[in-house]
């Protein structure tokens, strides 16, 4: 068990090295570096010295053969098929332990989808809708490998202590919680797939006048037919839109996370439970602080990586928040069940009962 524990982290720490390697090659323009799938202008390498370059402009007459773009996208794809090989060998020995074998079944029937919306991101130039697709693939794989990391965890799970069964009230809180946040980050992917992120400089919205140009008709329209997406295709009324919809579900996405952040910290007597809880806050804060360097310094790149890297870790805790919420709240209705209905052997209640 310790070995597949030891799988699962290498794996776990891939996927967030595969995360945040695919968010600096979308904003570094070179999600087409490659104009093919699974190879590189026809080769398993990209073109880097001057007659591979030749021959890839020879044989894509069409495409601008750019070196660095294309060893950007390259590597992001050598390490996301190593990250699919390493969820494959999950799989494999998962056959073998008492528990975790459905959840390492969903792990590979997610890898096998991602890399076939990582074809379709190449071959259908962009398309904003199967970018967004893409990212929550990414982000849905950090969240499971996640939860099969704890369902793997040695330690032995708490005892219910007398506040947990309070916790029951919090869980359509939490479930809100998971809701918005997976809204958001498909604003956030939509805003970027969009090219929107830097449309609007000013807080906390936009630059006076955005209302009149709002619509939100246009930020959801489908832009389908386009012979590439890359750089964008929507007008400005649209990005806007877009961008506008994205700082809003920020703030909205901020108060119900921090609200159930604060009554996880003041009801919850676990100290596993309070602990997620902080962990959630903390990615929180800081994912609101990225946010607001993105507007201040106009998408830096690097804040950029980091803010959708957070989004992911933010996403994956929130996961374990709400998993955590059901398991101790579940564990104090059944003490209150035990309690109710007394001991087992010639308890004061027993009695009666089997009279009836």
Known sequence: MTRVRWLVDATLVLALAVIALGAYTRLTDAGLGCPDWPGCYGRLTPPVHDEHIAAAQARFPAAQVDPFKARNEMVHRYLAGLLGLCVLAIFAVSRRLPRGRGLAAALLALVVLQAALGMWTVT?????????????GGFALLSMLALLRVELGHDRPEPARPAEPGLVRLLPLAWLAVVVLLAQIALGGWTSANYAAAVCHQLPLCESGWSARFSLRAAFGLPLGHETYEFGV??????????????IGALVATAVLASLVLLCRRRAASVRLRRLAAAVGALLVLQVTLGLVNVVGQVPLFNAVAHNLTA?????????LVRQIRVNAARGAGARGRA??????GGALEGPLRAR
């Open 340 to 345: 109710w209905a007394g001991p087992s052997h």
């Open 124 to 136: 259908l130039s962009l398309m904003p809708v199967v970018v967004v697709a893409h990212l929550f």
């Open 234 to 247: 929507l007008p400005y009324e649209a990005r806007m839109s877009i961008h506008v919809l994205h700082r």
């Open 312 to 320: 992911a870790c933010l996403l994956a805790a929130l996961v374990l």
